[in-house]
């Protein structure tokens, strides 16, 4: 009897360190999730997230595309970018190892938190040569 209850015992506490770790990987996830704002842009090639101090690939995923769809109603031509609020992951782009010339950082988005209801004001306005 005092076998099988240790043996209980020994199986309980692998367990409880098996979840334990499972939290951690969870916590960790979570905590290198940020709340991020910038302007959006996207289109089928591409799309990039960019702030006052930074410019973001962005993981063409289905987060992706579905910003992109909300943010189409607001924009006024196909190269204005949108005031977006998101939560996502930041990481080293892959693409950098493969020798692409891409952004150096890219942001998997989690969540769509807030989009504006019209297009940031272009820095510069280029027009077409008529």
């Given at each position: 009897m005092?076998?099988?209850v240790l043996l209980g015992l020994m199986s309980s506490c692998g367990e409880t360190?098996?979840?334990?770790?499972?939290?951690?990987?969870a916590n960790a996830?979570?905590?290198a999730s940020?709340?991020?704002?910038?302007?959006y842009y996207y289109s089928e090639e591409g799309a990039?997230?960019?702030g006052n101090t930074?410019?973001?690939a962005v993981t063409m995923d289905d987060m992706a595309k579905a910003l992109g769809d909300a943010i189409a109603a607001v924009k006024q031509?196909?190269?204005?970018?949108?005031?977006?609020?998101v939560k996502g992951i930041v990481s080293k782009n892959p693409a950098l190892d493969e020798g692409q010339q891409v952004w150096e950082q890219i942001i998997t988005i989690q969540e769509i938190i807030s989009i504006a209801d019209?297009?940031?004001?272009?820095?510069?306005?280029?027009?077409e040569a008529k």
């Open positions: 005092t076998a099988a360190k098996k979840n334990d770790a499972q939290d951690q990987s996830a979570q905590e940020s709340t991020i704002s910038g302007e990039v997230l960019k930074f410019i973001y031509d196909q190269y204005d970018m949108v005031p977006v609020m019209k297009a940031a004001e272009a820095d510069i306005k280029i027009e």
